[in-house]
């Protein structure tokens, strides 16, 4: 059976070979089967369970976002909130801290980062398809028609705009540079000496291991160290680094739920330390 991903996907051809018009699997040349699907497992949980998980990142990091408190810990610095480009952003001691964005901007310095890891985020290619079957039942799962009358796919506005992906990854590496530099500034106390490790110097090291491994996963990054290579045995060093993001990729759903919910448990860390609700444990 179809998926109805593409309407005319698995028609069978006419007597004489001609096509047949559009109609994909309610079409007279298919099997006649009143049943919407054949399917006798419970193919609904796990589109179900993946727009409850993303609908819950989407509520917790539009919360964190707008809420411009409680994200600075010395010398720990929420993930949402770095780098530091606003005046109103608390000032990081001794880590990155570049006012672009002067007095004017009075919202939360959050919202002026976010849109570049979220925007790396929402056009991935697997989030495509998370989001895609979760919220709008396109298609709702392998072998289940798509329950929508026409398909267009990423062709028109605004799912075209999907295509700037690419550029997204360049920001989205950036953005992981700076988190490095903010975790390793984990490593030094208050005084900005070196030395120190808490428990959030290990969340932060956890989560940006995270990051650094679904970004490298990317799709758009295995083209770029391995695309336009006619023949490998010419580039051996270019081979072995695809050998390499290609092995992270055959784990890039994983690693797209793992870092998205380790960036969230970092914030959050940072916030109950910030908000005062427990000192953080000190390791030395």
Not at 13 to 41: E, K, Y
Not at 182 to 193: H, K, N, V, Y
């Amino acid at each position: 059976m179809a998926t109805g991903t593409d309407p005319q996907a698995g028609t069978a051809p006419a007597a004489g070979g001609a096509a047949p018009a559009r109609g994909g699997v309610n079409h007279p040349s298919r099997a006649a089967i009143g049943a919407r699907h054949l399917r006798p497992d419970r193919w609904w949980l796990a589109p179900a369970v993946t727009a409850a998980g993303l609908f819950a990142f989407v509520v917790y990091s539009t919360w964190r976002a707008f809420a411009n408190d409680a994200y600075y810990a010395a010398p720990y610095v929420s993930p949402f909130y770095s780098p530091c480009i606003a005046e109103n952003c608390v000032p990081m001691k001794g880590g990155a801290d570049w006012e672009v964005f002067g007095a004017w901007w009075g919202l939360s310095p959050a919202l002026l980062i976010l849109i570049f890891p979220l925007g790396f985020r929402l056009t991935c290619y697997y989030y495509r398809k998370a989001y895609y079957r979760g919220f709008w039942a396109s298609p709702p799962a392998c072998a289940v028609a798509e329950p929508h009358a026409k398909y267009t796919g990423e062709t028109r506005f605004p799912l075209i705009l999907q295509n700037v992906h690419r550029y997204f990854f360049y920001f989205a590496v950036i953005v992981a540079g700076i988190l490095t530099y903010d975790t390793a500034l984990g490593f030094r106390d208050e005084r900005g000496e070196w030395g120190h490790m808490g428990l959030g110097t290990l969340v932060l090291l956890a989560n940006i291991a995270l990051i650094w491994a679904y970004t490298l996963s990317c799709h758009s990054c295995r083209h770029i160290v391995g695309g336009r290579i006619r023949t490998f045995s010419k580039h051996p060093v270019r081979y072995r680094m695809w050998g390499w993001v290609s092995a992270l990729n055959a784990r890039h759903m994983l690693l797209a739920w793992a870092s998205l919910i380790s960036v969230a448990a970092a914030d959050f860390y940072v916030y109950l330390v910030a908000s005062g609700a427990f000192d953080d444990p000190r390791f030395f």
